[in-house]
C-alpha cells in the first residue's frame, strides 16, 4: 500500500521557537494532503487542507499564522508551527489522499516546554 | 464540525469475543471509513465502506453502513490481545470542496483481555 512518512517522529522545543514538520508521500503523488491534530485520549481534529501550488485551506478556528503550511511539490507538505506555546503541545498526522483512501503518516509528537 | 459519535466509547472484553462498535454521523457521505490507532502510534487504515454499500467484510472485520439512520458498525471477531486499540470511524461528506475531507468519530478504546 501507499505510504507516508512524517519527519520527525519527536520534537521538543522551547517556548517562543518555531518548530517545522514534513510529511511526504514515498510512493504517488499527492495533490491534496491535509493536517490533523489530537490531543491525549481525544480523537483527531482536521486543521487545514494542503493542495500542491496554492494557499492551504484551514478549518474554523485554526490561526492561518501560527500554523504555516507548504505544499510545494506534489510529495511534500510542511507544516510549520511558529511561536509555540506549551497548548501548542500535540501530536500531529498528516494524510495524503489517494484515488479512494487516505494514506497516514506516523505522527509526530510535539512537546513545547 | 466533528460529526462522528461512537459508541461505546470504552470497551473491555476478553480473548475470543465478539466486540461490536457503533457510529453516527450528521451529513450525507461519500464514504465511510474505520481506522485503528495504538496508543501514540499513527492510524491504521482497516476498511472503507461507500454510501451505496450496506455491508462489507474483511477477515475477521464486518463493517455496516445504514444510510437512513446515518450510522455504522464496526464487529471484530473473535478477538485477539493485539486487537487492544483505538478505533475510529471517519467520514468522507458529499460537496465539492469537501471532498476527501474526514470527519473523525470520537473513538473507542477497545481492551482485549488475554
Known amino acids: 500500500g501507499a505510504v507516508v512518512s512524517q519527519h520527525p517522529s519527536r520534537v521538543i522545543c522551547k517556548s517562543g521557537t518555531s518548530v517545522k514538520i514534513e510529511c511526504r508521500s514515498l510512493?504517488?503523488?499527492?495533490?491534496?494532503m491535509f493536517w490533523y491534530r489530537q490531543f491525549p485520549k481525544q480523537s483527531l481534529m482536521l486543521m487545514a487542507t494542503?493542495?500542491?501550488?496554492?494557499?492551504?485551506?484551514?478549518e474554523q478556528g485554526v490561526e492561518k499564522d501560527k500554523f504555516l503550511i507548504n505544499h510545494a511539490s506534489l510529495t511534500l507538505s510542511t507544516l510549520t508551527v511558529t511561536s509555540a506555546h506549551p497548548e501548542d503541545s500535540s501530536f500531529y498526522i498528516c494524510?495524503?489522499?489517494?484515488?479512494?483512501?487516505?494514506?497516514f503518516g506516523p505522527g509526530t509528537r510535539l512537546t513545547v516546554t | 464540525s466533528q460529526q462522528g459519535e461512537e459508541d461505546p466509547q470504552a470497551l473491555s472484553i476478553q480473548e475470543g469475543e465478539n466486540a461490536t462498535m457503533n457510529c453516527s454521523y450528521k451529513?450525507?457521505?461519500?464514504?465511510l471509513q474505520w481506522y485503528r490507532q495504538n496508543s501514540g502510534r499513527g492510524l491504521v487504515h482497516l476498511i472503507l465502506?461507500?454510501?451505496?454499500?450496506r455491508e462489507k467484510h474483511s477477515g475477521r472485520l464486518r463493517v455496516t453502513l445504514d444510510t437512513s439512520k446515518k450510522s455504522s458498525s464496526l464487529l471484530i471477531t473473535a478477538s485477539r490481545a493485539a486487537d487492544t486499540a483505538s478505533y475510529f470511524c471517519?467520514?468522507?461528506?458529499?460537496?465539492?470542496?469537501?471532498?476527501?475531507?474526514?470527519?473523525f468519530g470520537q473513538g473507542t478504546i477497545l481492551t482485549v483481555h488475554p
Open positions: 510512493d504517488f503523488q499527492a495533490t491534496t
Open positions: 471517519a467520514t468522507d461528506s458529499t460537496g465539492g470542496t469537501s471532498y476527501g475531507k474526514l470527519t
Open positions: 494542503s493542495n500542491e501550488g496554492s494557499k492551504a485551506t484551514y
Open positions: 451529513t450525507s457521505i461519500n464514504n
Open positions: 465502506i461507500r454510501s451505496n454499500e
Open positions: 494524510s495524503a489522499r489517494g484515488n479512494y483512501e487516505q494514506y
